[in-house]
């Protein structure tokens, strides 16, 4: 099997590419600086998922995607200015699934965030009110842009919603929730987030659903 993962340079797109290359795929991303992508094994296609061009390119031979697109990096500020287009992942997402309709497969996971949408009555009333009042907004905003693309389309998708991403990664342990319904934990790492991604892939996991996620201990 061959899959793209689109956000590949982050910290969790490389984890995606990482373990799916140890389970045996290939592996394709995009990236404006390939030289910058230290994957061993991935092919890197020069370019950004803003561009069709690009897209159609990274995705050829491929059997499904994984996208970790994000525009915020909260390690940065809640409150900084925010340099590029408030609607990157929305505007990627339309490229993909029409890249995806093109040739003709049908199977994509993509990561946003529990609170996108309406999972935002699942965080607490604190984190709504800072992502109201931070630049996390825009963040969200783009999330839900690139959920509705999704649900609009024909394609077999799956929108995995995490809660507060960290960096533990020897817990690939995973609790999910589907409307609300299932108790999470306040924290998720990134390596089981990964893990869970590629798990719905292999096992056509949670098919036009929308589960939120959480380390189980």
Same mark, same amino acid.
């Given at each position: 099997?061959?899959?793209?993962?689109? !956000?590949?340079?982050? &910290?969790?797109?490389?984890?995606?590419?990482?373990?799916?290359?140890?389970?045996?795929?290939?592996?394709?991303?995009?990236?404006?600086?390939?030289?910058?992508?230290?994957?061993? !094994?991935?092919?890197?296609?020069?370019?950004?998922?803003?561009?069709?061009?690009?897209?159609?390119?990274?995705?050829? !031979?491929?059997?499904?995607?994984? $996208?970790?697109?994000?525009?915020?990096? /909260?390690?940065?500020?809640?409150?900084?200015?925010?340099?590029?287009?408030?609607?990157? #992942?929305?505007?990627? #997402?339309?490229?993909?699934? &029409?890249?995806? %309709?093109?040739?003709?497969? &049908?199977?994509?996971?993509?990561?946003?965030?529990?609170?996108?949408?309406?999972?935002?009555?699942?965080?607490?009333?604190?984190?709504?009110?800072?992502?109201?009042?931070?630049?996390?907004?825009?963040?969200?905003?783009?999330?839900?842009? /690139?959920?509705?693309?999704?649900?609009?389309?024909?394609?077999?998708?799956?929108?995995?919603?995490?809660?507060?991403?960290?960096?533990? $990664?020897?817990?690939? =342990?995973?609790?999910?929730?589907?409307?609300?319904?299932?108790?999470?934990?306040?924290?998720?790492?990134?390596?089981?987030?990964?893990?869970? #991604?590629?798990?719905?892939?292999?096992? =056509?996991?949670?098919? %036009?659903?929308?589960?939120?996620? =959480? %380390?189980?201990?």
């Amino acid at each position: 099997m061959k899959i793209l993962v689109l !956000g590949i340079s982050g &910290r969790t797109g490389k984890l995606v590419a990482a373990e799916a290359l140890k389970r045996g795929y290939k592996v394709a991303g995009i990236a404006r600086n390939p030289e910058s992508v230290s994957i061993e !094994g991935a092919e890197i296609i020069k370019g950004t998922p803003v561009d069709y061009d690009t897209v159609r390119k990274a995705i050829g !031979g491929c059997d499904a995607v994984v $996208s970790v697109l994000n525009t915020f990096n /909260q390690s940065e500020g809640l409150f900084r200015k925010i340099n590029s287009p408030l609607n990157v #992942m929305t505007v990627s #997402m339309k490229n993909l699934v &029409r890249a995806m %309709n093109d040739i003709r497969i &049908r199977r994509v996971v993509v990561m946003t965030a529990l609170g996108v949408g309406d999972s935002a009555k699942e965080v607490p009333a604190f984190f709504r009110f800072l992502v109201r009042i931070s630049n996390i907004k825009y963040a969200y905003m783009d999330h839900d842009g /690139q959920e509705k693309v999704l649900e609009e389309s024909q394609l077999d998708w799956t929108v995995v919603r995490p809660v507060m991403l960290n960096d533990k $990664s020897e817990n690939i =342990s995973v609790l999910h929730n589907l409307k609300g319904v299932g108790k999470l934990k306040p924290a998720i790492s990134r390596n089981a987030v990964a893990n869970f #991604m590629l798990d719905c892939i292999e096992k =056509s996991l949670f098919v %036009n659903q929308k589960p939120g996620i =959480s %380390n189980a201990w």
